[in-house]
């Protein structure tokens, strides 16, 4: 790994290489958007979209950001050969413009420069222009978001790049105002400069792209060769975890849960850590305080309006530290990521708060992220019209409400003998104000004035008291409440909805199923969970080839679709999936999960597996236009996929006894170890697989018909608690391993459960107190079998 000196110089000289492209006015516009006080007019207005508006070749795309610009006066291109072409044989410079759907401010961008004539008509004479969805293609996001974070320190979308034909990129920023404004230049502005220097000193900005690549290329690189003897490389620390948990413990907001400044992001790989932590050292400080803090977090958000207590379901982040005011958009990695955060939860403290939210986040999906033949959608927008007639689009307008539309909606007594309408309980209880309920820093733009973000910080008890009623009375005035404004939030007009079904968001969805069902006993949410699998399986994968596909889609009539050239599966969806599918194992015990598991992982080691360095490359070297491949070594909203590899693999080489995926652990933990030892908290997942290795995990078989209660009564045993360094496993004639084949012979059909660790086993038990002294290490079986 790089050290970190070394790395800040790298980038410094690739700040100052992109400089000279651009010396009088920088090419990196910070996205400081509060700077621009214009943006007080910046929702998005339909009426001046005209229907008669040309098409241009995004028409043709099925990725809805995509379509959302098929009628911009804009040239685009979708990334692909043809625009490459075109700039090569043209020698013009390309304009990438990298968003997503369900993104405000791409929105904003689109609107302000995209829709005008103007600015298209300078960018369609001096550029080739691509406009990509990073949803589809998260390695040319990732690529190019890496230069623009290097070169500025700072990075978000919309991102805006600017490359020569041989796609090296020499400028960028995110979002870029229309106008100049306040000493920065707007978009037009650095459109005709980049256009001219191009035109008068290409080879210079060729020649600058190619160093700017160099060090790129230099700053991303591990140094860990094949044949480098193991005593040379720094090792990861069996200890690795205290400095992870240090380090997020100084970060952690003692009075509202979370991590770090405003905006806050729910960051569940790091919940899930203090999750470990907590039961790796439930007697310690570090293990209660580990506790405290991801419990903290977990309750704090369910209070706050990030949390949808109408229509359920989470926002992707809160503006405020307070988990006040979201920003409103939902995405699908999220809602399945907390489910899992809740069901854990849950599972320590038997709580219901924890489970209520479980239930909360998986209606939600189920009733406005599902298609009918099983796969999940990515996500809903955060801006939408405020009433049909509207033209402007507002963030936020389907979720806020005025305490007058309250007070109208529930106008009707508590009960015959109360002076205290409904309307006065629920306002008192989410806090809703006559002015609104959200401070003037957190809607800089003035598009929640005198809206109320909905709020529980009020407890039940307290309500119970004010209004003299008992608090079950409460819960029940509060859900005719809530089924009242969701009744009539349905009347408005909904935010767009993003339903391209991508792979490793519906992998990590069957994960949160898959465990709900096991931890609750839920069989809706256990079939729920197959069904996700088996349209995967369906319309996402190619048996014949062994190819995942990163995405598929729904046509106008609600049938899947795909593209004419379907993008390949990225290391996520291969991760994630068998992820999905090894908690799908694990919840049903229907070995071909787990061989559809080993078959995904062997092709993923196939597509990725760095053999001369070790760990997984994000892409595949199939595709000639992404020219430098990375090894992400950051949990960010989505884990890493060498993370989830990580394991992955420990679970599949004791489930499958495979030696290559064995052999890989070791060397997978070696390529980050310098990350791990700097910085483990980039890596919380990655930590927690780190752990596991280094603690051995415990594999616990069992044998029997599977439709025998007896078995079903040990399982529920297993499956109610929360044990990370648990596999489970169904010993059978058709086990992958050798050692579960022997043992299904050794019972014959009988039921019995095995605990193994450490290559033995103990003798079998049949009863669940048994099973729980063991998995407790209150009590120990012989050893029976050297597995």
């Not at 803090?293 to 704090?300: I, S």
Request: glycine residues 4%; contains cysteine; negative net charge.
């Amino acid at each position: 790994m790089l050290g970190l000196s070394k790395a800040k110089i790298r980038v410094n000289r690739l700040w100052s290489i992109s400089k000279t492209v651009f010396p009088e006015t920088p090419v990196i516009i910070y996205p400081n958007y509060n700077h621009y006080k214009h943006f007080q007019n910046s929702t998005i207005n339909l009426s001046s979209r005209s229907m008669e508006k040309i098409k241009n070749r995004l028409a043709q795309e099925r990725s809805p950001y995509l379509l959302q610009h098929a009628e911009n006066p804009v040239q685009w291109y979708p990334w692909g050969d043809e625009a490459f072409e075109k700039a090569r044989l043209e020698k013009k410079l390309i304009f990438l413009s990298v968003g997503y759907s369900t993104c405000h401010w791409c929105h904003v961008m689109e609107h302000e420069s995209f829709e005008n004539q103007d600015v298209a008509a300078v960018m369609n004479e001096h550029y080739i222009n691509i406009k990509v969805d990073r949803e589809e293609r998260p390695d040319v996001d990732q690529l190019y978001m890496t230069f623009v974070q290097a070169a500025c320190g700072q990075g978000g979308w919309p991102m805006s790049v600017f490359l020569t034909p041989d796609l090296k990129p020499i400028g960028g920023g995110t979002y870029y105002p229309p106008n100049d404004a306040y000493g920065r230049p707007g978009f037009k502005t650095i459109l005709l400069h980049m256009a001219n220097k191009w035109k008068n000193d290409s080879n210079s900005m060729l020649e600058n792209g190619t160093k700017l690549m160099k060090i790129l290329k230099q700053t991303t690189a591990f140094d860990i060769q094949l044949g480098t003897e193991l005593s040379n490389i720094m090792k990861p620390n069996p200890k690795t975890w205290i400095t992870c948990y240090s380090q997020i413990e100084r970060i952690y907001d003692d009075e509202w849960g979370g991590f770090g400044m405003p905006p806050k992001f729910p960051q569940p790989t790091i919940l899930d850590f203090l999750f470990h932590v907590s039961y790796k050292m439930s007697k310690s400080s570090e293990g209660k305080k580990s506790l405290e803090m991801a419990l903290t977090t977990l309750q704090k958000m369910t209070m706050g309006g990030i949390h949808d207590h109408i229509g359920q379901g989470f926002a992707r982040y809160s503006t405020d530290e307070k988990w006040h005011v979201p920003h409103f958009e939902k995405m699908l990695y999220d809602q399945a990521q907390l489910a899992v955060s809740y069901t854990t939860a849950f599972q320590i403290t038997k709580h219901e708060q924890y489970s209520d939210v479980v239930h909360d986040i998986l209606q939600y999906v189920s009733r406005d992220l599902s298609h009918e033949q099983g796969g999940f959608y990515s996500a809903e927008d955060a801006d939408s019209l405020p009433t049909a007639d509207s033209t402007k689009k507002r963030e936020g307008a389907f979720f806020t409400w005025t305490q007058e539309e309250i007070k109208t909606l529930l106008d009707k007594p508590l009960d015959s003998k109360s002076n205290f309408k409904l309307s006065d309980l629920f306002c008192w209880h989410f806090s809703v104000l006559p002015n609104g309920n959200v401070r003037p820093d957190s809607d800089p733009h003035g598009e929640l004035l005198d809206q109320n973000v909905l709020i529980e910080f009020r407890s039940k008890e307290s309500t119970a008291k004010k209004f003299e009623i008992t608090v079950e009375n409460v819960e029940k005035e509060l859900k005719i409440a809530k089924n009242i404004l969701y009744e009539a939030r349905k009347n408005r007009p909904r935010p767009h909805l993003d339903n391209k079904i991508i792979t490793s968001w519906n992998g990590l969805m069957i994960t949160a199923y898959a465990r709900a069902a096991s931890a609750f006993n839920v069989e809706e949410y256990k079939q729920r969970a197959i069904k996700a699998a088996e349209f995967l399986e369906m319309h996402a994968w190619d048996s014949n080839i062994n190819l995942l596909l990163r995405s598929c889609y729904v046509n106008d009539d609600g049938n899947i679709a795909n593209i004419e050239k379907p993008i390949p599966g990225f290391l996520n969806d291969y991760a994630f999936l068998i992820r999905g599918l090894l908690d799908l194992y694990e919840c049903t015990l229907q070995s071909k999960w787990l061989k559809w598991a080993d078959e995904l992982q062997a092709q993923q080691d196939e597509l990725f597996w760095d053999k001369e360095k070790f760990g997984y490359y994000s892409s595949s070297d199939k595709d000639p236009s992404i020219i430098l491949r990375f090894k992400s070594d950051h949990d960010g909203a989505e884990p890493a996929g060498n993370s989830i590899s990580a394991l992955n693999l420990l679970k599949l080489s004791m489930l499958t006894e495979k030696s290559e995926y064995r052999s890989k652990i070791d060397p997978l933990f070696l390529t980050f170890a310098g990350r791990l030892s700097n910085s483990p908290s980039a890596l919380p997942a990655l930590v927690s697989a780190l752990t596991l290795h280094f603690d051995s995990m415990t594999s616990v078989y069992v044998t029997g018909d599977l439709d025998n209660p007896d078995l079903e009564t040990l399982l529920s045993a297993i499956r109610q608690r929360y044990m990370p360094n648990l596999v489970l496993a169904h010993a059978d004639k058709n086990s992958l391993s050798e050692l579960a084949k022997g043992l299904a012979i050794a019972e014959n059909g009988k039921v019995a459960a095995y605990v193994c660790k450490n290559n033995t086993c103990n003798l079998p038990v049949h009863s669940t107190e048994e099973l729980i002294a063991l998995l407790d290490g209150t009590v120990e079986k012989p050893i029976s079998v050297v597995a």
